[in-house]
């Protein structure tokens, strides 16, 4: 046997459990293959574990490690570092807990919470640069790690009595969808709920156009004198949570 086809069976066993890698391996091995097996599948338990926090402390412990446990046997790791294990897991909530959408964006939550946390850098605006700023033709630049989802239920707020120790509310689904904004600010991984309009004004903001243009799209979304207070008040608060990082 090569060192690539002992690799391969090696790989096999751990991964899928397979009898014939294992044969191939050798009659004496199986024992030693067991204990590989459940580092292997321990280091993998414990990664969604810790990534995942707020999931496994609502859906309880046993109910996580059975779902965890469904992961790995249907989704091997994928990158050289065991941090990108964690991104995929959120589709599995989605599959295996269709009646219970909290549970997935829980888990999405969590996820993009901790990579805006290593996400890429950028400082944000300081507001003396704004003086000179001709908005009518201004274009916004908005964070890095600025991550946008619709919720169809209360998560946000589970996820926020749950992170704080605090008895959790009921899930709940929303009676029209909210979307929640990620992002990170200095060394803060921070999120809310979207304001109205605000959805459309990022959308806008990431496509280049220009502040004026923003003002418009809330005008006809809003009306003439709730889109211009918007627009100003969305200014306001994406330059004060550190959202915005450049005007072009």
Known sequence: MSLLELQRDFRAWIADASGEAAERLGPGARAGLDVYQNNYRASLVACLSEAFERVRLWIGEERFLSTAAAHIDVTPPHAW???AYAKDFPETLELLFPGDPEIAELGWLDLALSEAFVGPDA???????????????????????????PFRSNAAAIWSALSAGEMPPPAERLAEPATVLVWRNAFTSCFRTAEPGEVRAIELARDGASFGAICAALIDLLGEEQGVAAAGAMLGRWIGDGLLVGVD
């Open 81 to 83: 570092t065991l941090d």
């Open 123 to 149: 400082d944000p605006l300081d507001p003396a640069a704004l003086a000179a700023v001709d908005w009518d033709h201004a274009v916004l630049r908005l964070g890095p790690t600025l991550t946008t989802a």
